[in-house]
């Protein structure tokens, strides 16, 4: 529920409410009056609608629970320990998520409303844990509310906010003491894992390649060549500790170039088999900033100049305020000439949920140059 008359009438403080008037149905929401925009996401439609704290947390638990259940039956950590255990609205906890990094746990508050509820996911996020995968091993439990300005705002239990993880074979360092994200993108992990086969004896760009998670997964299945560009020399250096955590790969089959993407393109010689673009929401070169879909005006000639024939783009778009038809068509716009091998979505533990659109943000393609 976003801001508007309505809203004004809240508590100034997190709170169950009863929301709903003579004309709509009624819903229990949970509110939360530090957001500027969204003032309450709903918990229940379904009667009974209660709204007493102890009903409410029996109801978290519970769901927090199925949660679990639900990823214990995906049997993901037969190939990674990153796994996503809690997808906020698409486990019907919203605004909570709950990520399995080897052996520590990231909680993801993007509601105030949980900061009043700690105490309880303090205590029940690891005895659930424990109960539902007893041959998981977690030491550390770190909460951090997410918020417009991008703070740490850490809090962390056992004293453990770094650790490795291992993703298909890789292995990736997570800190969540030195920036807002942890260093890798758990959401993608079923989407790189599906391109596994992409990658054998072919020339690779990553462009806006973060930490390196598509760029060492690359090498890792045979890749002959790996470009991986970013502006942040921060990203960068972590990439670099990354790859030194995975011996086994042929660090002279890797260059690094921090600068912005366009500029690399403008600078490369070499064309590649594989581009793989995923650029942030807003990204910046410092000057300007620019949304994620218009950055594709100025780049698209430019990596479809740097693709060998017969070459593949594999594209992304972060944002649920674009809808996957409208990024598609614009991409194809751009790209004429070439065609949709495949679509990329959100994996198996992230569920999305009819009419919620802001959990459907992960949106990918992959196009085959046929000039």
């Given at each position: 529920?976003?801001?508007?008359?309505?809203?004004?009438?809240?508590?100034?403080?997190?709170?169950?409410?009863?929301?709903?008037?003579?004309?709509?149905?009624?819903?229990?929401?949970?509110?939360?009056?530090?957001?500027?925009?969204?003032?309450?996401?709903?918990?229940?439609?379904?009667?009974?609608?209660?709204?007493?704290?102890?009903?409410f947390r029996f109801e978290v638990k519970t769901r927090i629970r199925?949660?679990?259940?639900?990823?214990?039956?995906?049997?993901?950590?037969?190939?990674?320990?990153?796994?996503?255990?809690?997808?906020?609205?698409?486990?019907?906890?919203?605004?909570?998520?709950?990520?399995?990094?080897?052996?520590?746990?990231?909680?993801?508050?993007?509601?105030?409303?949980?900061?009043?509820?700690?105490?309880?996911?303090?205590?029940?996020?690891?005895?659930?844990?424990?109960?539902?995968?007893?041959?998981?091993?977690?030491?550390?439990?770190?909460?951090?509310?997410?918020?417009?300005?991008?703070?740490?705002?850490?809090?962390?239990?056992?004293?453990?906010?770094?650790?490795?993880?291992?993703?298909?074979?890789?292995?990736?360092?997570?800190r969540l003491h030195t920036h807002y994200d942890c260093g890798i993108?758990?959401?993608?992990?079923?989407?790189?894992?599906?391109?596994?086969?992409?990658?054998?004896?072919?020339?690779?760009?990553?462009?806006?390649?973060?930490?390196?998670?598509?760029?060492?997964?690359?090498?890792?299945?045979?890749?002959?060549?790996?470009?991986?560009?970013?502006?942040?020399?921060?990203?960068?250096?972590?990439?670099?500790?990354?790859?030194?955590?995975?011996?086994?790969?042929?660090?002279?089959?890797?260059?690094?170039?921090?600068?912005?993407?366009?500029?690399?393109?403008?600078?490369?010689?070499?064309?590649?088999?594989?581009?793989?673009?995923?650029?942030?929401?807003?990204?910046?070169?410092?000057?300007?900033?620019?949304?994620?879909?218009?950055?594709?005006?100025?780049?698209?000639?430019?990596?479809?100049?740097?693709?060998?024939?017969?070459g593949k783009l594999v594209v992304f778009l972060n944002t649920h305020?674009?809808?996957?038809?409208?990024?598609?068509?614009?991409?194809?716009?751009?790209?004429?000439?070439?065609?949709?091998?495949?679509?990329?979505?959100?994996?198996?533990?992230?569920?999305?949920?009819?009419?919620?659109?802001?959990?459907?943000?992960?949106?990918?393609?992959?196009?085959?140059?046929?000039?």
């Amino acid at each position: 529920m976003t801001a508007d008359e309505y809203t004004k009438k809240f508590p100034k403080v997190p709170s169950i409410i009863l929301g709903g008037d003579k004309k709509s149905a009624q819903v229990v929401l949970i509110t939360d009056p530090k957001h500027p925009q969204v003032k309450a996401r709903a918990w229940s439609f379904a009667p009974p609608l209660k709204t007493d704290l102890p009903t409410f947390r029996f109801e978290v638990k519970t769901r927090i629970r199925e949660a679990f259940e639900r990823r214990a039956t995906l049997n993901l950590f037969n190939e990674r320990n990153n796994v996503i255990l809690a997808f906020g609205e698409g486990d019907r906890l919203p605004g909570l998520m709950i990520t399995a990094l080897n052996d520590l746990v990231y909680v993801q508050l993007y509601s105030a409303f949980w900061e009043t509820e700690l105490n309880l996911l303090e205590r029940d996020i690891p005895k659930l844990l424990r109960e539902v995968f007893p041959n998981q091993k977690f030491t550390g439990l770190a909460i951090q509310f997410r918020n417009l300005e991008r703070a740490k705002n850490l809090r962390v239990l056992g004293g453990k906010n770094q650790t490795t993880i291992t993703e298909f074979g890789v292995n990736y360092g997570v800190r969540l003491h030195t920036h807002y994200d942890c260093g890798i993108y758990t959401d993608m992990s079923e989407i790189r894992g599906s391109l596994a086969d992409e990658f054998k004896n072919k020339t690779v760009l990553n462009l806006f390649c973060y930490t390196g998670a598509y760029s060492l997964f690359a090498l890792k299945n045979g890749a002959s060549k790996v470009v991986s560009v970013d502006l942040s020399a921060r990203y960068l250096d972590w990439l670099d500790h990354n790859l030194g955590l995975n011996p086994k790969l042929d660090a002279s089959k890797h260059e690094r170039m921090e600068m912005s993407a366009e500029v690399a393109l403008g600078k490369l010689e070499q064309n590649f088999d594989v581009i793989i673009c995923d650029p942030p929401t807003a990204s910046s070169d410092g000057k300007k900033v620019s949304r994620a879909l218009d950055a594709y005006d100025k780049m698209m000639p430019l990596m479809l100049k740097r693709l060998n024939k017969g070459g593949k783009l594999v594209v992304f778009l972060n944002t649920h305020t674009v809808s996957r038809k409208a990024f598609e068509e614009k991409i194809l716009s751009l790209c004429q000439g070439m065609k949709i091998q495949k679509t990329l979505a959100l994996g198996s533990e992230c569920p999305r949920l009819n009419g919620f659109p802001e959990g459907d943000y992960l949106k990918g393609l992959i196009l085959v140059n046929q000039d």
